[in-house]
């Protein structure tokens, strides 16, 4: 569609409805019409009036005016007669009937003059003119009346008298004439006036002729340029998309009447033919994106669409595989250049597959002569046709086989690690029994002097690496509690090389803790090193003689009781250092001493008491166990020993226990 | 006291013309006329009077061509010596030859100044020809008289 051309003011009436624009136009003329009819009638009606006044009064009126005037002239020429005859003598036999003659004409004029005022026709001017006249005739008539009487006896005298009568007469008959040229000058303006009426009339009506014309041509303009144009603009668009063009350029949205209308109708449509296009061309890209072979039959097993993979399955030319074919011609020619195993003859083959193909059950896999496996799955569509995908699962087969392998390994792996588990149950075990194994006896306890001990060590389900121990020897008791790092063998092990260095330097008599301890730091780290381990301990000595005791070492808090049931904490964290970390730790030893009285007492624990768990997961925890024990303290070192242990179990409850839990109640006696 | 001498004179004189004396009466002849009447309707009244005016065989009143008219201010004529056919007619709009009013400007003389004479057409009794006259008019109470000579 070219672009708006032409008087912008016409382009103004594109967004007026064509059937507004027709409705006016008619109306226009309508009026045209209508102002033509209604001059005509109003003319034609004043000329009627005009004219009807013209002959039904002007004319009458003026032939009632002029009938009395010419009645009046007669009568003055028969008085004139009269006086005539009178003068020359003539008899009365002569004079009487004119004299008759002259009274009845005189009394006909009255009754005209009289007729004359009662016209109902007059106008003020001429009714006091008539007024006026009527006056004048009467003496006019008296005078004539004076002058037939005289002239009857005196006709010398009446000649006399006749220069008056004359007079009257004149007077009356001038003021008649008078009246009837007022009448006929009226007639004549009426008469011009109606002519120039008429010729006005004709001029209307040449131009509102002409202004019809002038309607009609701009409507026509209009038309044309609004209506015909774009219509022959939009008919080419029309054929050029019914031919398939789609990129034809077209105005539209630019008017608001039916044709603009029209003209977004077209828009639309072409719009929606791109995006049909567009859609197919996407789908197309879509199915030809797809990693495996797709196609598409119709309901009468005709190639609809298909990809390049799909073609790619059929291992031959492209121009094989075009949509139209059935798919017994593709299948068909395939047979014989792709070979399926198992296919056989072939024609035996083609119409089993023919037949999973018209009845698609569930995929199969062909297992192609050049090893590719491939996995058919078809399917119908909801109108008759088939849709079917091509996959290649070579790649998938080979995976799957190396999976089988991958399985056995992990099954022989698994008789491995079943052994291996067996192995380590037994270590554990091993581990376990070297734990307890090592443990001061009941009757080692009780020989210590001044103090009554009682201990408590449960091994959590792997080996925790809990280590305690009360040793006497020559008179000095000590007494050890210590944490291993970590779990299971290794933890013990290093446990039991503590519990012998500790022993052994106990019995070589050395009495100073921070050499003791140091000499105890090097021995374990030196085999912890040869063991290739990262395992250490804490650990925390007491020495007891005489109701001192001296602590050092670094473990959890010393917890001492008085006898009244007071609790006093010992921090270790500065009294030494972990045990078998580093070979050299004696800047970090100290000792801190408390002295105990009758009824006093220590308290050692591990953390597998204060971060023993409930059920909701909360720590057992110190205040507990300080708690605990002032609440037993009364009791022997035992049954303290037997409340705690209770104490605990009751708050693990049936949650796992998973460290070593140990406990070492020592009271002074 | 004069003017009653002088009427008494002109009427003495009058009285002393023989009959038949002179064919036409003079001016002082219709003078006397019309004092005649004067005295005649000062005496008997305007009834009596213009009978007597309009009777022919009063010769008091019609000598020759003398002869009075009597008209109302209006212009009616009450009593003619000479033209009985006038009297009852309204003749203010009357004119002669000469298109003179001459009852209506005779009437203004006696009416403005009381009495004087005109100059006008009328016809002759003696003859009936239209001939030049000259009538003395005076006013008589409502009326007034004339009386004219012919030349």
């Keep these: 569609m070219t672009p708006p051309r032409g008087w912008p003011i016409l382009r103004k009436f594109d967004n007026l409805s064509v059937q507004f624009k027709a409705s006016v136009a008619s109306a226009l003329l309508l009026v045209c019409l209508l102002a033509l009819g209604a001059h005509a009638y109003l003319t034609s009606t004043r000329s009627a009036a005009g004219l009807r006044v013209l002959s039904t009064e002007l004319v009458p009126k003026q032939q009632a ?6 009645a009046v002239v007669a009568t003055h020429m028969k008085i004139f007669r009269y006086v005539s005859w009178a003068s020359n003598g003539l008899g009365e036999k002569v004079l009487k009937p004119l004299e008759d003659e002259i009274q009845v004409e005189l009394d006909a004029s009255s009754a005209r003059m009289d007729a004359l005022t009662q016209r109902p026709d007059l106008s003020d001017d001429e009714t006091a003119a008539l007024q006026v006249l009527v006056a004048k005739w009467r003496s006019c008539k008296a005078q004539a009346l004076d002058t037939i009487d005289v002239g009857r006896t005196d006709a010398p005298m009446a000649t006399m008298m006749i220069g008056q009568t004359d007079d009257s007469f004149e007077a009356v008959d001038s003021d008649l004439r008078k009246m009837t040229q007022a009448i006929v000058a009226k007639a004549t303006a009426l008469q011009s006036q109606l002519s120039s009426n008429a010729q006005r009339n004709q001029q209307v009506v040449v131009w509102v002729t002409l202004l019809g014309l002038l309607i009609s041509v701009v409507v026509a303009i209009v ?15 029309m054929q050029r998309l019914s031919a398939g063009e789609i990129d034809v350029e077209m105005d539209h949205g630019v008017r608001s009447d039916e044709i603009g209308k029209m003209a977004n109708a077209i828009h639309v449509f072409r719009k929606n033919i791109i995006d049909k296009d567009r859609v197919e061309q996407t789908l197309a890209e879509a199915i030809e994106a797809i990693t495996e072979g797709f196609s598409l039959y119709d309901a009468e097993d005709k190639l609809v669409v298909c990809n390049s993979h799909y073609r790619e399955m059929f291992s031959y030319g492209p121009d094989t595989v075009i949509p139209g074919m059935s798919f017994e011609r593709i299948v068909g020619s395939a047979v014989g250049r792709v070979v399926v195993e198992g296919a056989g003859d072939g024609q035996a083959w083609l119409a089993q597959r023919l037949e999973q193909h018209r009845n698609p059950v569930e995929p199969h896999v062909q297992h192609r002569s050049d090893g590719r496996w491939i996995r058919v799955s078809e399917r119908l569509t909801g109108v008759g046709g088939v849709v079917a995908t091509y996959t290649d699962i070579t790649e998938l087969k080979a995976r799957e086989s190396e999976l089988d392998a991958a399985h056995a390994q992990v099954t022989a792996l698994n008789e491995e ?7 380590m149950e037994g270590e554990l075990d091993v581990t376990r029994r070297l734990q307890m194994m090592l443990l001061p006896t009941r009757e080692e306890l009780q020989q210590v002097d001044g103090l009554e001990i009682a201990c408590f060590m ?5 080996v925790g690496g809990d280590y305690y121990d009360v040793l006497q020897h020559e008179g000095r008791v000590k007494i050890g509690i210590g944490d291993v790092t970590g779990h299971g063998l290794e933890s013990g092990v290093v446990m039991l090389m503590t519990q012998a260095i500790v022993r052994a330097l106990l019995t070589s008599g050395e ?14 780290f030196g085999n912890v090193q040869r063991m290739g381990s990262d395992k250490n301990l804490t650990l925390c000595l007491l020495d007891y003689a005489m109701g001192e005791v001296r602590v050092s070492g670094q473990h959890e808090q010393v917890i001492v009781l008085r006898r009244d049931g007071s609790v006093e904490m010992i921090d270790t964290i500065d009294l030494g250092f972990p045990i078998g970390l ?4 004696a800047a970090f030893v100290g000792q801190s001493t408390v002295q105990l009285q009758r009824g006093d007492g220590v308290v050692l624990y591990t953390d597998g008491v204060t971060e023993a768990e409930d059920m909701e997961r909360e720590q057992y925890g110190l205040g507990r166990l300080a708690a605990v024990l002032k609440a037993h303290w009364a009791g022997s070192a035992e049954a303290i020993k037997h409340a705690v242990i209770a104490d605990v179990k009751r708050f693990i409850g049936a949650q796992t226990v998973y460290d070593d839990i140990t406990l070492v109640v020592a009271k002074q006696t | 006291m004069r003017s009653t001498l002088l009427m008494l004179l002109v009427s003495l004189s009058a009285w002393a013309w023989p009959a038949g004396a002179a064919e036409f009466g003079t001016k002082e002849e219709a003078v006397a006329m019309v004092k005649r009447v004067q005295a005649k309707f000062k005496a008997e009244g305007a009834e009596a009077t213009f009978k007597a005016v309009s009777d022919k065989s009063v010769p008091e009143f019609h000598d020759r061509d003398l002869y009075p008219f009597v008209y109302d201010m209006d212009g009616l004529n009450v009593a003619h010596g000479a033209r009985p056919a006038l009297i009852g007619k309204n003749l203010i709009t009357l004119k002669d030859q000469d298109g003179k009013f001459l009852v209506r400007d005779m009437r203004d003389i006696a009416k403005t100044r009381g009495s004087g004479w005109y100059d006008y057409k009328w016809p002759n009794p003696l003859n009936n020809k239209i001939e030049d006259k000259a009538s003395y008019v005076e006013r008589m109470g409502d009326f007034w008289v004339g009386v004219g000579v012919y030349r």
């Design chain 1, 65 to 70: 005016f002029s009938d009395v005037g010419n």
């Design chain 1, 223 to 237: 038309i044309s340029r609004s209506i015909v144009r774009p219509i022959r603009a939009i008919t080419d668009v």
């Design chain 1, 417 to 423: 690690l079943r052994s291996d588990n067996r192995r």
């Design chain 1, 458 to 462: 449960q091994a959590a389900l792997e």
């Design chain 1, 511 to 524: 009495s100073d803790p921070v050499r003791f301890l140091s000499v105890l730091n090097t021995a374990l």
């Design chain 1, 582 to 585: 580093e070979n050299e730790i």
